[in-house]
C-alpha cells in the first residue's frame, strides 16, 4: 500500500472519457496537490482487471461498477466503496432500430454483446426470465466497444450506459433504442451500475488520512465540474485534446444529471444491488451490504467551488 510520501495510484474502470471530467479536472488544478496527494491515473487494459488489482493491493484505488463491488468481496478480495463519482447511470440493451428489436423477446437469433463478464450474466438472467433458452441468441465480448461493434455489424445490440454508448450509437444511426435493465428485471433503479471509487480494507485501515485529503480534493473537481461544466471540460481536453469533440462534449452534457452531487454511498441503493446480486448468485443470500461500502472519508459538508456573497452591512456608523 502507498504511503503519503509515495504516488497513490488511481486505476480507472475504462478508458479516460468524459465521466471522468471531475477527477481530472482536480488534478489539473492542483486540488490533489494542495491536499498532498501525488496521484498517478491509470487506465485499464482490461475493465475486468480493476477489482482484482484494488483486492490484491497493486494497485492502491479504482473504480468499478456498484455490483461489481459485491462480486469481487464475494470472490474473497476485502475491497470496500469509498465514495461514488456517478450515480444510476440508465443501463441496457442498446440497439439501431435497424435490427427490428422492439421488446426482449426479439432478441431470439441475434448476438449481443458485452463488456465483461457480468454483462453477460445480466443478459442470461434476463433470457431466463423471458423464458428464452442459451441456444436461442449468440454472447460476444466486445470489451469497452459496443457501439462501435454495433455499427460494423459485429453484433445486433449490446450492453451500454444511456448517457454514454447510447449516445456513441445515435452518432451514426438514425434511430437508436434501448431496453433498461432495471426495467427488464425489475429491481426499481439503474444503481448498479453506479461508479464507485474502490480501495482495499487494508488502505481504509492505514491510509484514512490520505483517502481524506483524496475525496476532498475530489469533492472540489466535481463542484467545479457541476458549477462551471464547459470551463471544466475545457480543462479535461487539454489532457485529451482527441476527445475535443462534438460527439464526447454531447457525451459529457449528458453524464452531467448523473454526477452524485456529494460522493456518498447510498444505503438504499446499496440494499437494492446487493438483492439483485443475490438474485443473479453473485453473493450468498442475506448477504450484509455494509460491508460493501464506507462513507468514513467523504467530507462532511460539500465544497463549494464558487466563494459566497458575502452582503455588506448597509447601516454606516455614527462618529
Known sequence: MSNTNKR?????????????????????????EEESVSLAILQPTDPSDVTELVGRGSVDLGLKAMVHCYAARSRKYPVKSIGTLMDEPPTGLIFSKKSSITSFNDIVGKRLGYVGEFGKVMIDDLAKRAGISKNQYET??????????????????????????????????????????????????????????????QMLEKQSSLLKKFMK?????????????????????QEYPHLDTPLYKKIFI????FFSRTLLNTERDWKKVGLYAEKLQIVPRNYDSNQCYTNEFVPETPYAACKPIVQQNSTKSVA
Open 8 to 32: 497513490t495510484s488511481l486505476l480507472l474502470n475504462w478508458y479516460a472519457n468524459p465521466y471522468h471530467t471531475p477527477i481530472f479536472v482536480a488534478k489539473q488544478l492542483g486540488y490533489y
Open 140 to 201: 460476444i465480448r466486445v470489451g469497452m466497444n459496443v457501439a462501435n461493434a454495433i455499427s460494423k455489424g459485429s453484433i445486433d445490440a449490446g450492453i451500454g450506459i444511456g448517457c454514454f454508448q447510447k449516445i456513441e450509437l445515435e452518432f451514426n444511426h438514425d434511430e437508436v433504442g434501448m431496453l433498461r435493465i432495471d426495467e427488464l428485471a425489475g429491481i426499481g433503479c439503474c444503481c448498479f451500475c453506479s461508479i464507485m471509487f474502490i480501495a482495499h480494507e
Open 217 to 237: 480534493a475530489t469533492q472540489r473537481g466535481l463542484s467545479y465540474t457541476l458549477e462551471n461544466p464547459y470551463k471544466a471540460y475545457e480543462v479535461f481536453c
Open 254 to 257: 449528458s453524464c452531467l444529471p
